[in-house]
């Protein structure tokens, strides 16, 4: 029985060694392969962080030119700019067709009963 179980285990390691050996390499190739693939897209994002924050200050370096520039020639706030009293400006709906006949119809409404009143007052 002793001879069994030493040939047992001679089989058993021999499988181990000679399918373990490739296991174990297979697995190390995928795990460089994994690691490079890894550092891959950790380049990438860093490349995509780092392009987003030069956009991120183009934008800023943008919008405060146009703060210093644009909104003081808008404003009239400029050197040598004239002073005195701001332009109002007022919401003044343009006049349409139906707005006009809606306006005739109520003055001609206004017209007949001041001659209504006026016809009241004089009987």
Do not use: C
Not at 39 to 59: G, H, M
Not at 80 to 97: I, Q
Request: glycine content about 4%; proline content about 4%; aromatic content about 8%.
């Amino acid at each position: 029985m002793a001879g069994e179980i030493a040939v047992s285990e001679k089989i058993r390691m021999f499988f181990r060694q000679l399918l373990g050996s490739r296991m174990a390499s297979h697995l190390e190739d995928e795990m460089v392969r994994l690691r490079g693939d890894y550092e891959v897209r950790l380049r990438e994002r860093e490349q995509y962080i780092s392009d987003l924050k030069e956009e991120k200050q183009s934008l800023q370096r943008k919008v405060s030119e146009y703060e210093l520039i644009l909104i003081p020639l808008t404003s009239g706030n400029l050197l040598g700019a004239p002073k005195g009293p701001r332009p109002v400006f007022e919401d003044v709906a343009p006049t349409n067709s139906w707005k006009a006949e809606q306006d005739r119809f109520y003055k001609q409404q206004e017209e007949e009963a001041a001659q209504e009143a006026a016809k009241a007052q004089a009987q």
